[in-house]
Nanobody, 121 residues
Framework: VQLVESGGGLVQPGGSLRLSCAASGFTFSSYPMSWYRQAPGKERELVATISSAGGRINYADSVKGRFTIYRDNAKSTVYLQMNDLKPEDTAVYYC???????????????WGQGTQVTVSS
């Protein structure tokens, strides 16, 4: 499993960014994908999850109405469109996919290297 994020950067409050995560090494269309983020001094938190076919999506309350997760299974890529960015969105953003074992009692998480998003004037 390999996940490679891109698209981070410095943006002013109210601005937009689109993150991309290119996946390889597994059948991308068969698995849900997620975006997480980790701000300095804070725990990693789930931002958004999308089902394998894209029909089910969940967001953290803090990003609802501003962020959109979507995927292109033909390109094995998942995206996070981030609009109306706020300073509190500043974090390293990680792409994630998970595999469950032992009837769901254990999980293996796979992560990309992360991409830095900084929202500042």
């Amino acid at each position: 499993v390999q996940l490679v994020e891109s698209g981070g950067g410095l943006v002013q409050p109210g601005g937009s960014l689109r993150l991309s995560c290119a996946a390889s090494g597994f059948t991308f269309s068969s698995y849900p994908m997620s975006w997480y983020r980790q701000a300095p001094g804070k725990e990693r938190e789930l931002v958004a999850t999308i089902s394998s076919a894209g029909g089910r999506i969940n967001y953290a309350d803090s990003v609802k109405g501003r962020f959109t997760i979507y995927r292109d299974n033909a390109k094995s890529t998942v995206y996070l469109q981030m609009n109306d960015l706020k300073p509190e969105d500043t974090a390293v953003y990680y792409c994630n996919t998970v595999r469950f074992r032992s009837y769901g009692r254990e999980r293996d998480d796979y992560w990309g290297q992360g991409t830095q998003v900084t929202v500042s004037s």
